[in-house]
């Protein structure tokens, strides 16, 4: 009798540690963190890297740690084509993109990024900071992404490494790079140029070797990427204002619970005003920096030529694009 009672003693113990390793086991599953991935094409002290990285402190702050967003600068994860294609197929959670790869993807994005659409950059912010920019992020969805939030990228302009730029003109002939956007190839061609498409990642030595001879982009790349050691000749045309974007995998989103969703998209918007600081203090460093180091920069005294020369392009538009470009134009105004 004793030896069953010892007997039943010592099963009801194993049951019961059995039991607390189980409830030790969930509360430690409970407590893994999620960890979501970001890709990013710029280096890490970028300022839309920057933004990123407020971006994760955000969700990771106010998910009490919860929810870690690992943010991967200088192209870790790819180049902008191939990260955008993982993006939408889950393999990648997060990324931050210019819109003019996307729009490959997204048609209607290129209503956002048509030359000299914008009559500077607070009416390129009171549009996106409307309906009309809620409407483009929420339009994601049909390409399997999630819009988040948009980061400020400044005006792109034309550089080079053979000859000043002052008209439409001097553009004839050079080989000039351009994102994977049937956009921005149109815009290069229409001003008589060879618009080569290339991964951003090539673009310094491409111009080293010759084999294009510049590219267009804003002062903080130009700097950054010492795209302006390989090309001297930089022109202040602003041909476009292409707002970065935010977008996460609508796969990895319909994951997560609907609170943590709300979280998330809110933390990216929040994240925009630290993102559009840091990309001002930037340009100033970057502008500074380009011309101490003796390049030469010119400015279009008139640039009615240019936007003549792209008349083409809009009339080439869609009804419902071209809609949307009036309403666009219309704001502020």
């Given at each position: 009798m004793i030896k069953r009672l010892i007997g039943i003693a010592m099963i009801l113990t194993l049951a019961a540690g059995l039991v607390f390793a189980a409830g030790q086991a969930d509360t430690a599953s409970a407590a893994k963190p999620i960890v979501l991935r970001l890709a990013e094409t710029h280096g890490a002290d970028y300022p839309t890297t920057q933004g990123d990285y407020e971006f994760a402190r955000l969700v990771e702050e106010r998910s009490n740690g919860r929810i870690k967003i690992e943010v991967y600068p200088g192209s870790q994860l790819g180049e902008e084509r191939a990260v955008i294609e993982q993006v939408q197929f889950g393999a990648i959670d997060f990324t931050r993109v210019s819109i003019s790869p996307l729009a490959a993807f997204s048609p209607d994005l290129n209503a956002l990024q048509m030359p000299y659409l914008y009559r500077n950059a607070d009416h390129m912010w009171e549009v996106l900071n409307s309906k009309i920019g809620d409407d483009f992020l929420d339009s994601m969805e049909d390409a399997g992404f999630v819009g988040l939030s948009w980061f400020d990228s400044g005006a792109r302009s034309f550089y080079n490494s053979v000859r000043p730029v002052k008209s439409v003109a001097d553009l004839a002939g050079l080989k000039i790079r351009v994102q994977e956007s049937d956009l921005m190839i149109g815009l290069v061609e229409s001003l008589g140029a060879v618009a080569t498409p290339m991964p951003f990642g090539e673009v310094y030595s491409g111009i080293q070797t010759g084999v294009i001879d510049g590219a267009e982009n804003n002062w903080p790349s130009y700097y950054s990427t010492s795209h302006y050691e390989v090309a001297k000749y930089f022109t202040l045309d602003e041909h476009t204002r292409v707002p970065e974007i935010t977008i996460a995998s609508k796969l990895?989103?319909?994951?997560?619970?609907?609170?943590?969703q709300a979280l998330i998209k809110q933390a990216a918007k929040d994240?925009?005003?630290?993102?559009?600081?840091a990309w001002a203090d930037y340009e100033k460093v970057a502008e500074e920096a380009v011309r101490a180091n003796g390049n030469q920069v010119d400015y279009l005294d008139d640039n009615s030529a240019f936007q003549a020369a792209m008349q083409p392009m809009y009339d080439a538009l869609s009804p419902e694009l071209k809609a949307v470009v009036a309403e666009i134009r219309a704001v502020g105004k």
């Open positions: 990895s989103m319909d994951k997560l619970s609907k609170e943590d994240s925009m005003a630290f993102q559009i600081k």
